[in-house]
T-cell receptor
Framework: QQKVQQSPESLSVPEGGMASLNCTSS?????YFWWYRQHSGEGPKALM?????GDKKEGRFTAHLNKASLHVSLHIRDSQPSDSALYFC???????????FGTGTTVSVSP | DTTVKQNPRYKLARVGKPVNLICSQT?????MYWYQKKPNQAPKLLLF???????READTFEKFQSSRPNNSFCSLYIGSAGLEYSAMYLC?????????????FGPGTRLLVL
């Protein structure tokens, strides 16, 4: 069973709109979470990390973590065509080195 | 500069032949990782080096080898490629491998085994 599950699989957003991505883990040992973004032909690039419950905002991106429900989300405000990419949620256990990834959400932003 | 480089970007291999993929980073990171990604699947950790210590995941232990001749370089070696090895191979590095360390990824090597 996939330990990190993402939804939706794909998402279409108009330019200037809000994109909301979800991630749920099935392992309570996960303590640290990242969102990665991968453009075609490139490797995943870390967007932001979140380790404490609540919201974390970086520019147009806001992550939210609720450890009790094992849920982390990413919201992209004022979406731009350059935000079109594959977004991964990744989690790590305390004391672990491996990142456990979800299968990703493909975001398409149309002008 | 958080650049991780991988060579080659594309690799065509024959079944039964060896494959060697190369990764380099100039950030003086202690830990380097190799992930395998297949279409519509999550990237999956194969192994990682913390300094000179190699750790391989249990389910891929016998399928992949690696070496790290110095801090900057790390290779991934497949002794006898099978069709199931066709995938994208992603190299990453992180400063210490600590809990809150971000991993920085290279562009990947796309391996096709025929």
């Amino acid at each position: 069973q996939q330990k990190v599950q993402q939804s939706p699989e794909s998402l279409s957003v108009p330019e200037g709109g809000m994109a909301s991505l979800n991630c749920t883990s099935s392992d309570r040992n996960f303590q640290y979470f990242w969102w990665y973004r991968q453009h075609s032909g490139e490797g995943p690039k870390a967007l932001m990390s979140i380790f404490s419950d609540g919201d974390k905002k970086e520019g147009r991106f806001t992550a939210h973590l609720n450890k009790a429900s094992l849920h982390v989300s990413l919201h992209i405000r004022d979406s731009q065509p350059s935000d079109s990419a594959l977004y991964f949620c990744a989690a790590r256990e305390g004391g672990g080195r491996a990142l456990i990834f979800g299968t990703g959400t493909t975001v398409s932003v149309s002008p | 500069d958080t650049t991780v480089k991988q060579n080659p970007r594309y690799k065509l291999a024959r079944v039964g032949k060896p494959v060697n993929l190369i990764c380099s980073q100039t950030m003086n990171h202690d830990t380097m990782y190799w992930y395998q990604k297949k279409p519509n699947q999550a990237p999956k950790l194969l192994l990682f080096y913390y300094d000179k210590i190699l750790n391989r995941e249990a389910d891929t232990f016998e399928k992949f080898q690696s070496s790290r001749p110095n801090n900057s370089f790390c290779s991934l070696y497949i002794g006898s490629a099978g069709l199931e090895y066709s995938a994208m191979y992603l190299c990453a590095s992180s400063p210490t491998g600590g809990n809150q360390d971000t991993q920085y990824f290279g562009p990947g090597t796309r391996l096709l085994v025929l």
